[in-house]
């Protein structure tokens, strides 16, 4: 099934308008994104604690269809998918009472953290990238089958 983080919207979320300053949404997707890592086995603090390898998020982008206020309650989807040897994206979908209200990518490459260059993704990202990617295949059909039936 597909990762999902639920979350609330707090008042340091939002901006002068009452409602979630856009650049915010990223840093709550990354909180899902986080929390899929955690789910999945890998140590959080030993992944972004002086690590040997590091993923940078390098391009990112955010759509917005509804506003998100003070007090609602998120229900972040994510997909990571692989796009080669050396990076991944994840898609974030964002509802808030079963409406979509934003979607998210992010770009990472993996990189040596000593040197910044590219390398290939490390094993633990990839067997996170393989079981999410089964969960959404799996998650898929089975919607397919709910609107057949």
């Known amino acids: ?10 008042f340091q979320d939002t901006d002068a308008a009452g409602v979630v300053y856009f650049a ?3 840093s709550i ?10 789910v999945s086995g890998i140590n959080i603090k030993d992944f972004f604690t002086n ?4 993923f940078p998020v390098v391009q990112a982008s955010v759509d917005f269809f509804r506003p998100m206020f003070c007090g ?10 692989k796009l080669g040897v050396g990076k ?5 979908e964002i509802t808030v009472d079963n409406f979509v209200v934003a979607k998210a990518i992010t770009r990472h490459v993996c990189i040596d953290a000593g040197t910044r260059s590219k390398q290939e993704l490390s ?4 067997q996170w990238l393989e079981t999410n990617r089964r969960d959404a295949e799996g998650a898929e059909r089975r919607r397919l089958r709910e609107e057949i039936m």
Do not use: K
Request: with cysteine.
């Open 24 to 26: 915010n949404v990223l």
């Open 1 to 10: 099934m597909v990762f999902t983080y639920n979350r609330t919207v707090h």
């Open 51 to 54: 690590p040997s390898v590091a």
């Open 29 to 38: 997707c990354h909180e899902a994104y986080e929390a899929s890592l955690g």
């Open 72 to 81: 609602d309650n998120l229900v972040i989807s994510l997909v990571p998918q």
């Open 88 to 92: 991944f994206e994840i898609a974030y």
């Open 123 to 126: 094993d633990d990202i990839s």
